[in-house]
């Protein structure tokens, strides 16, 4: 079982590129979500998807968009990277967006992109 | 997130306890989260706690909730080398499983 995959591991890009990272995962989950991890600030939420079709803001949504393309797949869009984007990202997944039941709310998490703006 | 708060360095002699301490604001939280995080991997859960329970125990972990003071903590018994790793805390906001997270604690084992 894969889990949450991610594409690419690494990538460098220069200040205006464009670049989108990837994410898919096969758990049949309906929840998906990107975070970027930068050191002393935790993980702060970017964008997330509480279901296929839908798409809201985090915390720190400037500078990206997002596509929920289908229940498995959640990319990561950056139009015009700049220095301050450089982090990394990971994706992650929940199977349910709201709280109750016997779910804990657990986010399953992919292994990360390394990207680096120069 | 800032409604997270952990401390960033813990060093801890093998076989003694680790105990990594947080402090979380939103009172609404259903369920608050251990997650960790070995170099060069994504977070995996350690354990959670509902916000009813004021202590869970799961063999070496130990958890404690204090709603009074939003204050969490995790203890590790007889810390391993293979626990070292960044710890982070993370509690729900209101009605959707978003997590909020800490900044992470790197605990240190050494010998």
């Known amino acids: 079982n894969a889990g949450v995959t991610q594409t690419p591991k690494f990538q460098v890009l220069k200040t205006g590129q464009s670049m989108t990272l990837q994410c898919a995962q096969d758990?049949?989950?309906?929840?998906m979500y990107w975070y970027r991890q930068d050191p002393g600030m935790g993980l702060r939420l970017i964008y997330y998807?509480?279901?296929?079709?839908?798409?809201d803001k985090g915390e720190v949504p400037n500078g990206y968009n997002v596509s929920r393309l289908n229940k498995r797949e959640f990319s990561l869009r950056l139009e015009s990277a700049a220095p301050s984007q450089t982090s990394v990202y990971f994706c992650?997944?929940?199977?349910?967006?709201?709280?109750?039941?016997?779910?804990?709310?657990?986010?399953?998490f992919g292994e990360g992109s390394r990207l680096t703006v120069l | 997130g800032e409604d997270v708060e952990q401390s960033l360095f813990l060093s801890v002699r093998e076989g003694d306890s680790s105990v990594i301490n947080c402090t979380y604001t939103?009172?609404?939280?259903?369920?608050l989260y251990w997650y960790k995080q070995e170099p060069g991997a994504g977070l995996q859960l350690l354990t959670y706690?509902?916000?009813?329970?004021d202590m869970k125990q799961d063999q070496r972990l130990t958890v404690l909730l204090n709603k009074k003071d939003k204050h969490l903590s995790l203890r590790i018994a007889d810390t391993q080398t293979g626990d070292s790793a960044i710890y982070f805390c993370a509690e729900s906001m209101g009605d959707d499983y978003k997590l909020s997270f800490g900044a992470g604690t790197t605990v240190t084992v050494r010998a």
């Open positions: 992650a997944s929940s199977i349910r967006s709201k709280a109750g039941g016997s779910n804990t709310g657990e986010l399953f």
């Open positions: 939103d009172s609404s939280s259903t369920y």
């Open positions: 706690i509902f916000s009813n329970m």
């Open positions: 758990m049949n989950h309906n929840s």
């Open positions: 998807s509480a279901s296929e079709g839908t798409t």
